[in-house]
């Protein structure tokens, strides 16, 4: 796709708080266009995040509706954030656009929540449990295929061993821990990963128990990023069978905040919960 056309969560961002800026600043399309130096077809598309701006261009822009500084750096951020190459670029190819986006938002994510209702967070997953994950995809992928996706998957785990770790906080259904990936010895492999996983100072999981009903706050499996600190853009991914949803509606996202919060209350605690993970373990 041309630089005219793709749209990333980061150009849409910048492109809502312009055309909310300029609403603010009582112009039209055609005045701001004017005043801009751009036609109204153009800052149109700015706004609707499928046109790409030069840093220098965004920097005209927000210098012309006077932006407060700290606004201004946000902006200036998400914008470098967008152009910047990454590993996420070799697998063009094989996944949609939307999961490279969530690749590039998870690679400058300064903290992820996320709760799994079915699977172990690709986050947190084993390459065997991995590759039996793929294996059971519709339609049924070629080896060598599936090597690339298990890979492309492991490489989104960087942003947990770098020296500043993104921060992780998770919470797993035991229906989760308790379905069989790929065989026992899979599971019990990806069980102890976990384990491991949840003693990181930057990662707190948590376990939402079978005999728990947590009510009105169990919306089902999702991953909320936030980018920045303090945070300048947020976003709900959630998956469905045939690709991936992104919410970027701020109300959206202040919903999710409130449902993990009220999760994580039902859900057990840090150290009950690894003693759920090692009973599970004896058993499987």
Known sequence: MSEATLST??????GRVLRQLREESGYTLKTAGSRLERSPSSLSQIENGVQWLRLRDLGFILDRYNVPTDLRAALMTLAEQDRQPGWWDAYKDLVTPEALDRASLEHDASRIISTETT????LLQTESYARAVNFTR?????????????AFRLARQKILRRDRPTSLEVVLDEAVLRRIRGGRQVMRSQLRRLLNESEQEHVLLQVL????????????????TELGNPTILSTVLTDHFTGQWILEDDK????????FTDLRTSALPESPSRELINRIISET
Do not use: C, M, N
């Not at 699977?119 to 690709?122: A, E, L, R, S, V």
């Not at 959206?252 to 449902?259: T, V």
């Open 9 to 14: 969560t980061r150009r849409r961002k910048i």
């Open 119 to 122: 699977f172990i967070p690709g």
């Open 138 to 150: 519709v339609p049924v992928r070629p080896d060598d295929v599936i090597d690339r996706y298990v």
């Open 209 to 224: 128990p079978l005999s728990v009903d947590p009510g009105p706050a169990y919306v089902g499996q999702f991953q909320l």
């Open 252 to 259: 959206d996202i202040y919903q999710y905040h409130e449902k």
